[in-house]
């Protein structure tokens, strides 16, 4: 209890723009990893943990899945988590709902200030389609979703993956509605951090695109952590 009550109070006194600063410490995680540049990762995060995904190097497009880890077919629901919220971005205080209506996780600490789920992961047939037909063949978060999925193995597969959330990319909704892919807001070092509500498994790609600013061009490693509960 002592966990949600210091939820209350922080999300009491959360300032406008999210940025909340986290008091856990890289030295007392369990788990500490670096995701190379393009490359994939998933893992199963327990209830009450803390999973921190840090941008090293700034402006890195973290694409991200979130599943119950025991009913994969209660996955992040981008449209009901935008529902509850009432708020197009993520950031601090957002709870991130699944399509069963549960929370998977609550983002509770923040030092970027604005997520997107709004645009989607790469694919080959989107690079195509947005930038050239010799694009195809570029890696795509589509296929690494795919390759964490079905290495993971227990039934996953590639219909589960589904739409995500592109921790550290800004994509603006203009004032007619549109949607942009912008140079990031990211810096080095920023972070986001989420404490899961349920076990989840999380599934990181960490976007190898080199056609859109999401990645200033030239993608880099990200940083996960992960803290056990602290009650
Ligand atoms: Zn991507």
Known sequence: MIRHQSLVEATSALPENGLVESRLAPSNAVYDAIIPAG?????????????????LEGNQAADTLFYNAHDYEDRYDAQATIREQANIYLTTGSELMSSKGRVLLTIVADTCGRHDTLGGACATESNQVRYAIDKKHMHACRQSFVKAVIGWGNGFTKRDITHNINFFMNVPVTPEGGLTFEDGVSAPGKYVELRA?????????????LNN??????????RVLIWDAMD
Not at 39 to 55: F, K, N, S
Not at 200 to 207: K, L
């Open 39 to 55: 490359a994939p990762w998933i893992y199963q995060i327990e209830r009450g943990q803390h999973l921190r995904i840090v941008d």
């Open 197 to 209: 509500e349920i076990d989840v498994i999380a599934v990181i790609s960490n976007c190898p695109q």
């Open 213 to 222: 600013p999401c990645n200033a061009y030239n993608p880099t490693p990200v």
